[in-house]
């Protein structure tokens, strides 16, 4: 499986950008799909996770109410709206997949498939 991301750029803060994580091969229903940032000299941390059969979302607190994953499962693509950005948003982004179950969506060690990852930078 490969996963390729896309979409970061650089904005201002109060802006908006749309992150796109396409995989190579179909998603199946027992997939969840995730997406983690790390900023510079910092931990990678969770963002948001989608199951991807049932459509459940989780999203880290720092980002509730402005960030909103789904997906397309025609298209092999998970996608993360990012509203409102700050400038404490800027890192890069990476997709991730991986085949759990339980509420480990925010443990970066239970997904298997990483995507290159797609910088974003939000000045302010």
């Known amino acids: 499986v490969q996963l390729q991301a896309s979409g970061g750029g650089l904005v201002q803060a109060g802006d908006s950008l749309k992150l796109s994580c396409t995989a190579s091969?179909?998603?199946?229903?027992?997939?969840?799909m995730g997406w983690f940032r790390q900023a510079a000299g910092k931990e990678r941390e969770f963002v948001a996770a989608?199951?991807?059969?049932?459509?459940?979302?989780y999203y880290a607190d720092s980002v509730k109410g402005r960030f909103t994953i789904s997906r397309d499962s025609a298209k092999n693509t998970v996608y993360l709206q990012m509203n409102s950005l700050k400038p404490e948003d800027t890192a890069v982004y990476y997709c991730?997949?991986?085949?759990?179950?339980?509420?480990?969506?925010?443990?970066?060690?239970?997904?298997?498939?990483w995507g290159q990852g797609t910088q974003v930078t939000v000045s302010s």
């Open positions: 091969g179909r998603i199946y229903s027992s997939s969840v």
């Open positions: 991730a997949q991986g085949y759990f179950r339980g509420s480990y969506y925010s443990d970066p060690s239970k997904y298997e498939y």
């Open positions: 989608i199951r991807w059969g049932v459509g459940n979302r």
